[in-house]
């Protein structure tokens, strides 16, 4: 067993505003054979294996040995939900400080720069986060479970009706509403109830 970022303070990437505690917690442990522990170690070696590159040799070697023991699909599940409730997020929140119940909009409701950011953030934001999320969904189909395609299928219409009313092709009213069962699902996943 190894740290990534060094226990001592002339060891390889050793972090001084870490805690011991955070210093030998998993997230900075890494097992490794004697002669990597060694090659590591050196000195002159010490860009070479940044704690980027340990890091990544980890999840690596970590999802190798789930992927063996048959819980390859889990970590891919949750990996898939934390990146769908991410773009969730940025989303939600240009909703929240700019859409048409922000405070700014309800404090100006007549403001044309208050609607203009809010147009703009819509089509920056949240028309290419549906399209991002709607992509993920569309390559990862095999991690959700069957019960959940019927609000995978609401998530799709919704972003279809958004779009056209983006486009101004359908009124506002006509927009299906983001699917709180969708959300609920990607939440609960992301939270460790895959």
């Known amino acids: 067993m190894a740290h990534i970022r060094g226990d001592k303070s002339d060891a390889n990437c ?30 002159e ?4 294996f940044s704690v980027d590159v340990l890091n990544t ?13 048959g819980g390859a699909r889990d970590l891919d599940r949750k990996n898939v939900f934390h ?3 991410g773009l969730m997020m940025e989303s939600y929140e240009s909703w929240i400080r700019y859409g048409p119940q922000s405070e700014r909009a309800m404090n100006h409701p007549h403001d044309p720069s208050a609607y203009a950011v809010w147009l703009s953030e819509r089509l920056a934001t949240i ?5 991002a999320i709607a992509g993920v969904i569309r390559s990862r189909r095999d991690v959700f479970r069957a019960e959940e395609l019927k609000d995978v299928a609401k998530f799709f219409i919704h972003v279809r009706s958004y779009e056209m009313w983006v486009a101004d092709e359908i009124e506002y009213a006509a927009v ?19």
């Open 14 to 43: 050793h972090d001084a505003t870490q805690t011991q505690r955070e210093r030998d917690d998993y997230t900075n442990l890494i097992l490794l054979c004697p002669t990597h522990h060694t090659l590591i170690d050196r000195k």
């Open 45 to 48: 070696n010490e860009a070479r």
């Open 127 to 131: 028309v290419p986060n549906n399209r």
């Open 176 to 194: 299906t509403r983001f699917p709180a069962e969708f959300d609920a699902m990607i939440r609960n996943g992301v939270d460790g109830g895959i």
């Open 83 to 85: 990146q769908i409730f």
């Open 57 to 69: 040799m980890k999840s690596e070697h970590e999802s190798a040995v789930l992927a063996r023991m």
